[in-house]
C-alpha cells in the first residue's frame, strides 16, 4: 500500500502556525517516502465554518507551496458516506440509540466527579430497546468495556490507554450530522491514510478512533503525536505572542522558505544544522527525529533565518515577494529600478520584506521632505560647496555608473581637501531624503542622472532657506 498522509485542518479561522506545522511534517514524510498527501477539509462545524476560512487555509498552503495531490475533501460532502457507515455500525450492534437529555447527562458527570470518577455518560441507552417515539436521539458508540488500546505512536512511544476510562462517545448528533471522530474515522479509512501525523492534543481521540476502525473492520494507521507550539513565555501560541496565522507572516514581510525552515526545526532536529534547503528537508526528515517535548516559538531565531534567506536565495525570486509588499504600500514600481537590484542592495540592511520596501520608496518616488534629523546635522551652509562641485562632477559624467559615481564623490573630497563624509553624508540626505542607505555609489547608479541634479538642487534650495531663517 503507498504511503498516504493527509492535513485535516477544520476552516473556521486562518491557518495557524501549529497547523502549518502539522501540514509541512505530513507533506514532508509523504514526499520522503515517494506517498500521497491528501488534504481534507473538516467543515462538519456548520456554526463555525465560513468560505473565508476555507480560502486562508489555501492560500496558506500555496503560499508555503505544500503541494497535495489527492483532494481537497470537503465532509460536508459526504454526508451520506458517514450515515452509511453509522446505519452499519448499529447492524453490527457496534451503536446504539442514547435518548438522554443534555440535562441528565450533565447529571451524570457530576455524580461521576462527586465519586471522584472521570466525568462520563453512564452508558444508560447502551443496551435498551424500549425506544420512545417521538423524542430525540443521538447515536452513540459501544466501546470495548474491557481491555485496553495500545497506540504505537512513532514520537511519544507506546500509550495504553483502558476501555474502562472511555466512555460511549457520540457518532451522530441529533440532527444527524456526524461528530468529529465518526468523520475522522471515515474519511481515513476510505482515503486509505497509513500515517495520521497531527498535534498531541489529539492523543485522547486516537484510542476512540482505533476502536470505532476496529469496529469496521477497517485498518489502523500508525499515529504520530507532534507536541504543541508554545510561546517565549512557556504558554501555549496564541494572538498574545504576535503572528500565528501563516499569512499574517507573509504580510509582516517573511518569505515562506524561511518560515517553512523555521516551522520544520520547531520540534525537529538533524545535529546541529539550521539551514535546510526544501530538498534537503524532504531528504533528511524523519518522525523518529521530532521531539517528544513542546517547542517555544522564538521570533528572534525566525528573523535570522528570514535574513539568511532574504540575502542567499536568487534576487529575482526574493524580488517577486517584494513586489507584494511595494504594492501593499502603495509604491508603482513601473518606473524605477528592477526590484531585483534593489534586493541586492538592502538585503543584508533589513530583517523583512515589508521594512525592505519602507525604505526603498525613494528609488520610485520623489519624497516630500528630508528626515528633519538627517537634513538638520547635514544640509547646513558648510555642506553648500560639496553639493555644488558634485553635482557639476555628476552632470558631466557621459557613462551613469557606481564607479564614474564614486570617483566623482572623491575627486570632489580631494579639490575641497575635505573628509569623504563631508561629501557623501549631504549628498546621500540629498538623493535619498535621509541619512541612511546602502553604499552611496550603488545607490546613486540605481537613480537616474537627472533625478540626482534634481534633489541636489531641493538639497541646496534647503540650505538656502535655513540659512535666510537663521
Aim: proline share 4%; aromatic share 8%.
Amino acid at each position: 500500500m503507498t504511503l498516504t498522509t493527509r492535513f485535516a485542518p477544520s476552516p473556521t479561522g486562518y491557518l495557524h502556525v501549529g497547523g502549518a506545522r502539522t501540514a509541512l511534517y505530513s507533506w514532508l514524510y509523504a514526499k520522503k517516502n515517494g506517498g500521497d498527501f491528501v488534504l481534507r477539509i473538516e467543515d462538519t462545524d456548520l456554526e463555525r465554518s465560513t468560505q473565508e476560512s476555507v480560502d486562508a487555509i489555501m492560500d496558506g498552503m500555496n503560499w508555503l507551496n505544500l503541494d497535495w495531490n489527492i483532494g481537497p475533501f470537503y465532509q460536508t460532502h459526504r454526508f451520506d458516506r458517514y450515515k452509511e457507515v453509522i446505519a452499519q455500525l448499529i447492524e453490527t450492534g457496534h451503536a446504539y440509540r442514547c435518548y438522554c437529555t443534555a440535562e441528565e447527562v450533565e447529571a451524570m458527570r457530576e455524580e461521576a466527579t462527586a465519586k471522584g470518577e472521570n466525568p462520563r455518560y453512564n452508558g444508560m441507552w447502551r443496551d435498551r430497546t424500549d425506544y420512545p417515539e417521538d423524542r430525540p436521539y443521538v447515536i452513540r458508540f459501544k466501546n470495548p468495556l474491557d481491555g485496553s488500546v495500545i497506540i504505537n505512536d512513532i514520537v511519544k512511544g507506546d500509550i495504553e490507554i483502558g476501555n474502562s476510562e472511555l466512555d460511549d462517545l457520540i457518532l451522530a448528533r441529533s440532527d444527524g450530522s456526524p461528530t468529529y471522530n465518526l468523520s475522522v474515522v471515515v474519511d481515513d479509512w476510505d482515503m486509505n491514510i497509513t500515517h495520521v501525523i497531527r498535534g498531541d492534543d489529539h492523543v485522547n481521540n486516537t484510542p476512540r478512533q482505533i476502536n470505532i476502525l476496529k469496529a469496521l473492520g477497517a485498518p489502523i494507521p500508525q499515529y504520530a503525536h507532534i507536541p504543541m507550539i508554545l510561546g517565549d513565555d512557556g504558554k501555549r501560541l496564541s494572538k498574545r505572542h504576535g503572528a500565528v496565522g501563516v499569512m499574517q507572516y507573509r504580510d509582516d514581510g517573511y518569505l515562506p522558505e524561511a518560515l517553512l525552515n523555521y516551522l520544520v526545526r520547531l520540534g525537529w532536529s538533524h545535529g546541529d544544522q539550521e539551514i535546510f534547503s526544501r530538498d534537503e528537508m524532504i531528504e533528511l526528515f524523519d518522525l523518529t527525529g521530532c521531539n517528544r517535548a513542546p517547542s517555544a516559538f522564538n521570533t528572534d531565531k525566525l528573523i535570522w533565518v528570514n535574513q539568511h534567506y532574504m540575502k542567499s536565495l536568487d534576487p529575482e525570486y526574493v524580488a517577486e515577494h517584494l513586489a507584494w509588499h511595494m504594492d501593499d504600500q502603495g509604491i508603482n514600481t513601473e518606473n524605477g529600478p528592477a526590484l531585483s537590484e534593489i534586493v541586492k542592495v538592502q538585503a543584508d540592511r533589513v530583517k523583512t520584506l515589508k521594512e525592505m520596501a519602507q525604505i526603498s520608496r525613494y528609488f520610485y518616488e520623489e519624497y516630500s521632505e528630508f528626515d528633519a534629523k538627517a537634513a538638520k546635522k547635514h544640509l547646513r551652509g558648510v555642506a553648500r560647496a560639496p553639493l555644488e562641485l558634485v553635482q557639476s562632477k555628476l552632470a558631466a559624467l557621459t557613462e551613469w555608473n557606481a564607479e564614474n559615481i564614486h570617483d566623482a564623490i572623491n575627486s570632489t573630497a580631494e579639490e575641497l581637501e575635505v573628509g569623504m563624509g563631508k561629501v557623501g553624508m549631504p549628498l546621500r540626505v540629498a538623493a535619498t531624503g535621509a541619512g541612511n542607505s546602502p553604499s552611496l555609489d550603488a545607490t546613486l547608479a540605481l537613480l537616474e542622472q537627472d533625478q540626482i541634479i534634481v534633489r541636489i538642487d531641493k538639497a541646496l534650495a534647503y540650505i538656502t532657506e535655513r540659512e535666510a531663517n537663521a
